[in-house]
């Protein structure tokens, strides 16, 4: 029995490490784009003023993904040492930060879904933020919950 839960843990930390991998490349991707609308290379369908709100935006998103990164991190060393309290957090942590690296991918784009993946964002970030602040006693958790509350922030003064 011992011998098929530490096989399971493995897999779950493959799992974890595959998927931050996957959270990074992502993030490179978003600032490539984030990069082409500070170049002014956006596209002729975008506008300056769209663009300053947007690029607002992105850098909350790109600041939550990169703090989500950190908390990952910290599940994984936890998981390692044999506990597994963080869990159902760092479940939460990696849907929000691939949601936030594809939501500042598409406000780089100032996409049309925009607006709705931003009122979404609110209720991701928000599960997400509720769920470190379960172990607020981790520093990365507490940052983690704090960046989703920024994040937050910038969701709802875009729907505005």
């Not at 956006?42 to 990164?69: D, P, R």
């Not at 470190?132 to 875009?158: L, N, S, V, W």
């Amino acid at each position: 029995m011992k011998a098929e839960l530490d096989q399971i843990s493995e897999e779950r930390r493959r799992m974890l490490k595959g998927a931050g991998l996957l959270g990074a490349g992502a993030l490179a991707a978003t600032a490539l784009g984030g990069t082409a609308i500070a170049a002014g290379m956006e596209g002729h369908h975008h506008h300056a003023a769209t663009s300053a709100k947007n690029s607002a935006l992105a850098k909350s998103l790109h600041h939550c993904v990169a703090t989500a990164e950190a908390c990952i991190d910290h599940c994984l060393d936890m998981f390692k040492a044999g506990d597994t309290s963080l869990a159902d957090c760092a479940i939460s942590v990696q849907e929000t930060m691939a949601f936030c690296a594809a939501h500042a991918k598409l406000a780089s784009y100032n996409s049309k879904y925009l607006k709705a993946m931003s009122e979404l964002g609110i209720r991701v970030c928000e599960d997400c933020r509720q769920q470190c602040m379960k172990h607020e006693k981790h520093a990365e958790c507490k940052e983690c919950a704090d960046a989703c509350a920024e994040c937050i922030k910038a969701c709802k003064a875009f729907t505005a």
